[in-house]
């Protein structure tokens, strides 16, 4: 069965520091794996994605993630926060379902900066 | 090339009443997927349409329903509504819906039912 689990509902990290957002996920077949971000009352927005090829994955805004079989995760990671990152991210699996694509949501992280 | 858009941004409606919302794919788009949003059941997928057909369907009861129209624009719609119906209702558009595809989502329609 398919599913994702992020670690923490919140991180709070200060100005400058890295980032660490934690996704666990399960998957019957090879899934493809997103992050996306959510600012307050705005849609979401792609930061990167895995989908088979480079394990680690590098996205907008100088966020990356590595994918880890073994150990079934998909880690975001950003060296230096800024407060411009405080936001909802959400880690997303997508697999092929009998008939379409099936999407699963994690239930989000909230990120908190601190000056 | 223009975004996702969603129409109406806000709606305030009452108990039993039904509402419709729309959303406009990305240019050449053909895949529009429906998402509810809520505070205590996060990012719930409602339903995909590809080439007018719904094509998957979340675990959401009848009264939600939704069509895609030849232009790929897709409306959403919910009757006899109930306060737990309260939400942000986002659409997201991709080319064809295949999982490697990454969505593109609007900034969806509020929905406060009163």
């Known amino acids: 069965a398919q599913s994702v689990t992020q670690l923490d509902s919140h991180v709070s990290v200060s100005e400058g520091t890295p980032v660490l957002l934690r996704c666990n996920y399960s998957?019957?077949?090879?899934?493809?794996l997103f992050w996306y971000v959510q600012h307050p009352n705005k849609g979401l927005q792609l930061l990167l994605k895995y989908t088979s090829a480079a394990t680690l994955v590098k996205g907008i805004n100088g966020f990356e993630a590595e994918f880890k079989k073994s150990e079934t995760s998909f880690h975001l990671t950003k060296p230096s926060a800024h407060m411009s990152d405080a936001a909802e991210y959400f880690c997303v699996v997508s697999e092929l379902g009998s008939s379409a694509s099936k999407i699963i949501f994690g239930s989000g992280t909230r990120l908190s900066i601190r000056p | 090339k223009a975004g996702v858009t969603q129409t109406p941004r806000y709606l305030i409606k009452t108990r039993g009443q039904q509402v419709t919302l729309s959303c406009s794919p990305i240019s050449g788009h053909r895949s529009v997927s429906w998402y509810q949003q809520t505070p205590g059941q996060g990012l719930q997928f409602l339903f995909e349409y590809f080439s007018e057909t719904q094509r998957n369907k979340g675990n959401f009861p009848g009264r939600f329903s939704g069509r895609q129209f030849s232009n790929s624009r897709s409306e959403m719609n919910v009757s006899t509504l109930e306060l737990g119906d309260s939400a942000l209702y986002l659409c997201a558009s991709s080319l064809t819906g295949r999982p490697q595809e990454t969505q593109y989502f609007g900034p969806g329609t509020r929905l406060l039912v009163l």
């Open positions: 998957s019957s077949y090879s899934p493809s």
